[in-house]
């Protein structure tokens, strides 16, 4: 089969893998239908995140074509949502709320699945993963939005759930990538009056004004702060949201906080907590990569009712065969986020 493949920092190719089996009960062979590429997949094309040469990718949506003989919860023919982790949802830290930790699946090492950007990929414990479909002939639109729940806006979701987003809050988020703008969303979905949120990129600014930002914020640093500070009189905001992972990111969102309240942190970390500025200001950390297989189904019942479009973010667009080009646009920040058209349902 054709699929992207990752030589090494700088050199992302197309060429030939070999094709997916079943190699477990548990298993089930997904036909790619829609890829994209995330922003931790920028961090080891640019090196500074560690990555084995060979397959890469972990956000899709796809047909299954096959299923191993435990699988029961899918079958060949469904449209399914792949959450960029496998886990089984019965052990108990599933049950916890934490799917990033199952112990036969659960993270960046074992349980990531890989591969997504090629036509196929082998999913372990398919049945307690991938999350159906229901309904049929959904137009391009709201493919691309279940394509986001695979990772992005469950995250975006998982930083507004973590920073304790509540009705009425006032809230702000750090980044405008996808994964903040999601969070933008994601806060309005969960009642923020105010969200404010940092960019200083105009179409950024214009699709978290669409996604519900009621202020945007060109300042970094210390002049985030004061500016949010000025905004909110003199306290912070009673939520923030740290959607980008550098050290500068998670200094502001914990700068802009008011005290005795929460920052959710999701950008994949590159730079240390402030621990003893929130230590003396009772501010708590709720961060870590998404349970997105526990928010999809809920969000799922958004996209197809109308409620949500997180498909958005992809502004940019292309075949397998194009997928170098759709990291060099997101890494020259061309484009929000890019997305591969593998194959059509």
């Given amino acids: ?69 435990e699988v029961t919860a899918v079958k060949a023919g469904d449209l399914v949502v792949a959450p960029f982790i496998f886990s089984d949802m019965s052990c108990p830290n599933c049950l916890n709320g934490s799917t990033i930790t199952c112990p036969v699946g659960g993270s960046f090492g074992n349980g990531l699945i890989d591969g997504g950007q090629g036509e196929a990929v082998r999913v372990p414990l398919a049945g307690s993963t991938l999350v159906p479909v229901p309904g049929e002939g959904h137009p391009d639109e709201v493919l691309k939005s279940l394509l986001a729940l695979s990772d992005v806006m469950s995250t975006g979701y998982h930083a507004a759930v973590s920073a304790r987003v509540r009705e009425g809050s006032v809230v702000a988020v750090v980044g405008d990538g996808a994964v903040g703008l999601s969070a933008v969303l994601a806060a309005g979905r969960l009642g923020a009056e105010r969200i404010i949120a940092l960019s200083r ?19 970094r640093g210390e002049a985030a702060k004061e500016k949010v500070l000025e905004l909110t009189g003199g306290f912070g905001v009673d939520s923030s949201m740290e959607c980008v992972g550098t050290a500068e990111a998670i200094a502001t969102a914990f700068a802009i906080t008011k005290a005795g309240s929460t920052v959710g942190g999701v950008g994949l970390p590159h730079g240390g907590v402030p621990y003893e500025e929130v230590f003396f200001r009772n501010i708590g950390w709720g961060c870590g990569p998404a349970p997105a297989r526990i928010y999809i189904p809920a969000l799922m019942r958004d996209v197809l009712d109308g409620r949500i479009n997180p498909g958005r973010v992809f502004d940019f667009e292309t075949d397998l065969e194009g997928t170098p080009g759709a990291y ?18």
Avoid at 35 to 58: F, K, N, Q, T
Avoid at 201 to 216: K, M, N, S, V
Avoid at 328 to 345: G, H, P
């Fill in 1 to 69: 089969m054709r699929a992207a493949i990752f030589n090494g920092p700088r050199s992302i190719t197309v060429g030939e893998r070999p094709d997916p089996v079943i190699q477990s009960p548990t298993d089930a062979i997904v036909r790619v239908v829609l890829a994209c590429v995330c922003g931790s997949d920028l961090w080891y094309y640019r090196g500074d995140s560690r990555h084995e040469v060979g397959s890469i990718g972990h956000e899709f949506i796809g047909v299954v074509e096959a299923v191993g003989g």
């Fill in 201 to 219: 990129h105009p179409e950024r600014q214009r699709l978290a004004r669409d996604f519900g930002a009621t202020d945007i914020l060109e300042e």
């Fill in 328 to 345: 060099a646009a997101m890494d020259e920040r061309r484009a929000i986020k890019s997305m591969i058209r593998v194959s059509s349902i």
